[in-house]
C-alpha cells in the first residue's frame, strides 16, 4: 500500500504545484478563473500521462531486450515519428490542421515499427535492438535531409518540437492517448507475470509455459505505440523511459507485479517536475521539457553504461 499510496500524494502536489507556479505565479483564489491555470491543468495533464507512458515503455522494452540500456527509442520509433513531423512540417500541412504534426508523427512512428518488426521477424531481442539501431540511424539521416532543404521557418518550428514541447498539448489529442495508456497499463499489469519470467530469457521462460514469440511481438507493439502516441503529443522527449524505470526498480522491487503502476506513478512525476523547472530555471524564458529531461538523463545513462560493463 505504501508503495502507491506515497507516490499519490506525491503526484497530487506535483500536479497542484505545475498550476500554480511558472513564469506568473496563481493566487489560490483566482485558480478557478484563470485562463492561464486551464492552460497549465491540461499540460500538467499531459505531462502525468506522457511520463507514465514513456515509463511504462521502457520498464517494458528493458524486460523484453534484456537491457538495461533499452529505452522508447530504441527501436527507432522516436527517430520515424521526428521524420513524420519534419515532413508534415515541411510540405507546409502544419498550417491546414493542428492534427497534421501529430498523426504525421504517429504514422512515421508505426511505419518504422512495422519495418523493425518485418527485419528482425527471424530472430530473438538482440535481432529486435539491432534492426531498431539501424532503423533509427537511417531515420536519422532522412531527418538530416529534411531540414537541411527546409527554410529557415520550417526549420526552427520543426526543431523546437523534436526538442520537446508541452506548451502545445492539445486536449482533443490527449484524452483519446489517455485511454490507450490506461488500456495497456491494465494489459501489463495483467501480463507482469510473463514479463518477470521473459526477463529470465528466452529458452527459460519457454520451458515455463510463455509463448515466447507472441508475448515479445505484444510487448513490444504495445511499448512502441505508447511511445508514438506520447512522440505525437509532444516531440521527442528523451530518457524518461531510462530513468524512471531504474529508480523504481530501486525504491520498490524488480518484480513486474509490483512495479507496474508505481512505474507510472513515478514516471508522471519524473516529468512533470521537469516540466515545472522548465518554465523556472531561465525567467523570462521557458526551455522545451525535451531539453531538460536530457540534461538529467545523460549522466545517468552514462552512469548505467559504465555500471553494466
Known sequence: ?????????????????GIFFGAETIALN???????????????????????????????????LRNPLAEPYTLGVSAGAGVGAAAAFIAGVHAVSIYAVPFAALAGALLTLLLVLYISRAGGGERLLLSGVIAGTICSSILMFLLSVASSDEVAAASWWLLGDLQSVNEKLLFPMMGVTLIILLYLRWSAGELDLLALGEKEAFFLGVNVRRMTLVTVLCASVLAAVSVALAGAVGFCGLIVPHAVRRLCSSSHRKNVFPMFIWGAVFLMVCDILSRLVLP????????????????VFLWILNRKK
Do not use: W
Open 1 to 17: 500500500m505504501k508503495r502507491i499510496f506515497l507516490p499519490l500524494l506525491l503526484l497530487a502536489a506535483v500536479f497542484a504545484a
Open 30 to 64: 483566482e485558480v478557478l478563473h484563470s485562463p492561464v491555470a486551464e492552460l497549465r491543468f491540461f499540460r500538467m495533464l499531459g505531462a502525468m500521462f506522457i511520463g507514465g507512458a514513456l515509463s511504462l515503455s521502457g520498464m517494458a522494452f528493458q524486460a523484453v
Open 284 to 299: 523570462g524564458q521557458e526551455l522545451p521539457v525535451g531539453v531538460v529531461t536530457s540534461i538529467t538523463g545523460g549522466p
